[in-house]
């Protein structure tokens, strides 16, 4: 074994690790930036903490238990339908049910806003019959039951392609064996297939969950003062960036809680399985009437999270033809599409370059760098936004009255890092895996032949992850265009 190879398996060479651990330290700078800015005095917090604050509390738990619950409504009866039986129109149903995923959360808010204008009339006849207290609640309850609603039918995908996945593969044997002794499918749901499906609901709850507690828009369309929402009321209504940077902490906190307990929950909740156990089952046939019903089953959430708001913005787009400035919307386009490109890109050759170091520097401190660098997703946008401003304007600050004066913080670089901070994890995670998937032992095997750690990453990794790469980029292409707390909170004032 050449001494190149046993320093590479050691930690590579110092300008390597020093890159990566840099890299990786940059990523996670806005966030220690959070949690240091914790420690400022603030003179409003205490009223913030008494007022407020259990307001925005109790309405972010309402929404995550809400929303969770009318997910489970939207996605297990659908996932299971579609990974047990067989009926016309599957394969339709299979790929469509994740459609609504493709819908922005604050768009479908926009759409289903006027709702609440509908029930005026029932409101004023509540308030006519029983008083003014009376009809303040069943506003509340209509406002806050339309905002859960059409969250949920954005969000349950996250829960639908887990437990899809887990009643498909997961216990096949086990369902065999069950109809041999004759059971039916309801029982076998109920005894097998929904207990053994445990962990993938509480993974797909999880995500849930964390896209809940980082929404801003839709929160904001229908008035329902969240945490989210209480930092952008506190950082730019009042001005106080310490209670601000309080509550981003607050938030971070909620978050880490759910992740420890879908950990918890995942390690504790582990089945025996053999091979046999994870093959796919036979579908079973469905005819007559209940076909019918599963279709309708399946339509109802597609229905509600894909077809009515993406036909009603349709609409509007249509009758707004003639006043519309397409000059404007192209360069408006042309902006978002230019950013979302050149980020993603960045991106994902940034991840490819982390997990290829993660990988093959044999430093566990590096590794643990890395992967601890990639957690941007997990915390809410406004937070990485916010600790964006402060990392970028404390550097503003100690560069100001040099020569290398600057304003990072209003610029197009700060929105693009806070991006790659926000969704490293969506490029770094698949790439991670092609790595040990598609890779191998052939860097090893590079290294025995004198070649250095550059050499196997552009003549052998890159060359056989280029496809991986590309897909990595686009699912970031995606998510940038729809991210909109980041955006609100780090464009520049004249970006459109």
Known sequence: MSNRFKASRRGGGGVWQFVTVLGAALLLAPLIAVFVGVFQSSEDWGHVASTVLPGYLANTLILVFGVSFVSILFALPTAWFVATFDFPTRGFWKWALVMPLAVPTFASGFAYFDVLEFSIPLIIQVRQTWGFDASQWVERIIRYGTLIMLLSSVLYPYLYLSLRTSFARRHGIYFEAACLLGKRPASIFRRIALPMARPAMIAGLSLIIMEVVNEYGAVNFFGVPTLTEGIF???????????????????????FVVLALEAWQRKRLRYAEGAQASQPHRRISLQGGAVYGVIACCALPVLIGFVFPVARMGYWAVIATDSFDFARFAKQASTSLGLAFVTALVLSLMAFFLAFSARNLRGHGVRRLVRASTLGYAIPSVVTGVGVMVLFGGVDRLLSGSILETTLSGSLLAISFAYMVRFMTVAYQPLSAGMHGVCGSLHEASLTLGKGNLHSLLRIHFPLLQMNILACATLVFIDIMKELPLTLVL???DFE
């Open 233 to 255: 009321r506190t950082w730019f209504g009042l001005g106080d960036r310490a209670s601000g940077l309080r509550l981003a902490v607050i938030v971070v906190g909620v978050v």
């Open 491 to 493: 464009r520049p004032s």
